[in-house]
């Protein structure tokens, strides 16, 4: 998804996540295989530090590039699908802006917005878009974020599309880009994102809320076993249903509801998780989903194990250690925090 700003190419590139609290940064090179060898990564929390003392620290770290990419986290965007507007293409989207009206919670006078086609007309024509939203204000933060690295901002990009890079990336090396797949990645300790591709194109997408205390808790063992059945969540008032179609809804749109710590918390996690597959089939029955593949840190495969059982289905870690070199060391925290920052790297 390109926003107004158009990437060069380039040897170099620096890839950034800023929220005004906490920035996180990716510094790579491409080699001539096509790869990347990340150089330095990390996290810089602002703390105690006045605005101007934390832009004065990130400034000594001596980031350097031709140009910036900036991913912004799910909380600083929204991501809607509507009917495509019949217009022509460079008044898509003015045609989107005003769609979207009644769907934002802000006067679309104060956001930017891109628009992207949902799939791949490869498949099947969906006369859907994806709209991204943001405030006006972030934009010119981020503008002015990277005049002072002296670095300027050339992409911005979103968690979902750099997720959709990633999966795409583990499917092409695998033999299934024409084959659907399905990445579940736990974003922080109460969201999730759940993307499915099929030739390196974004078709579907949705927000998981998760209930306090579902990322520590044991996601095998006992807090599953002790749950009660699925049948006791079979009606979920604060669901929104899944886009169908000519249903004109949220992409994104979350259960809403507040799962609890334990098995209730698992167990409404799985069905949420189900509600979305099962769309998939009934809307995209002609692509068949080859399987999905989880991130959750270093509890990656341990979800993916219990996943597997309560679905089903082939849940397998989302490894893509191997094809960044020098992404190594660092905390837990800081790596899942600069972990979607490597897929904006594979733009094209």
Same mark, same amino acid.
């Given at each position: 998804m390109r926003w107004p700003w158009t990437s060069s190419a380039k040897k170099d590139s620096l890839v950034v996540s800023w929220t005004g609290a906490t920035f996180s940064y990716v510094q790579a090179s491409r080699g001539a295989d096509g790869g990347h060898q990340v150089s330095r990564f990390g996290v810089e929390h602002r703390g105690t530090d006045s605005p101007a003392e934390f832009l004065h620290r990130i400034q000594a770290l001596g980031l350097g590039s031709a140009g910036l990419q900036v991913v912004l986290r799910p909380e600083q965007y929204q991501l809607l699908q509507i009917e495509a507007p019949q217009v022509p293409p460079d008044e898509i989207r003015s045609a989107a802006r005003w769609k979207i009206r009644d769907l934002v919670n802000t006067h679309v006078d104060d956001l930017t917005l891109d628009v992207m086609r949902v799939g791949d007309d490869r498949v099947r024509a969906t006369g859907q878009l994806f709209?991204?939203? /943001?405030?006006? /204000?972030?934009?010119?933060?981020?503008?002015?974020?990277?005049?002072?690295?002296? *670095?300027?901002? !050339?992409?911005?990009?979103? #968690?979902? /599309? %750099? !997720?959709?890079?990633?999966?795409?990336?583990? %499917?092409?090396?695998?033999?299934?880009?024409?084959?659907?797949?399905? %990445?579940?990645?736990?974003?922080?300790?109460?969201?999730?994102?759940? /993307?499915? *591709?099929? #030739?390196?194109?974004?078709?579907?997408?949705r927000r998981i809320e998760l209930g306090h205390g579902f990322v520590e808790s044991r996601w095998l063992g006992s807090a599953v076993a002790d749950a009660p059945g699925a049948d006791a969540f079979s009606a979920v008032p604060e669901y929104v249903p899944e886009y169908v179609p000519g249903g004109g809804s949220y992409a994104t749109s979350g259960s809403g509801a507040s799962a609890s710590a334990g098995g209730e918390g698992a167990q409404r996690f799985v069905l949420e998780v189900q509600r979305s597959l099962d769309v998939w089939e009934r809307t995209w029955s002609t692509v068949p989903l080859e399987g999905v593949k989880v991130f959750a840190g270093e509890r990656s495969q341990e979800l993916a194990q219990w996943l597997g059982q309560e679905l089903g289905l082939q849940v397998a870690a989302m490894d893509i250690d191997p094809y960044f070199p020098g992404f190594v060391g660092g905390s837990e925290a800081e790596r899942s925090l600069c972990w979607p920052l490597l897929g904006a790297l594979l733009r094209s």
């Open positions: 709209v991204v939203v /943001t405030l006006n /204000t972030l934009v010119r933060e981020l503008l002015e974020l990277g005049e002072s690295l002296q *670095c300027p901002v !050339q992409v911005i990009d979103v #968690h979902d /599309t %750099a !997720q959709r890079n990633l999966q795409s990336l583990l %499917a092409r090396n695998e033999g299934m880009l024409e084959r659907a797949t399905a %990445a579940l990645v736990i974003v922080s300790s109460d969201l999730a994102i759940l /993307t499915i *591709c099929a #030739h390196e194109e974004l078709f579907y997408s």
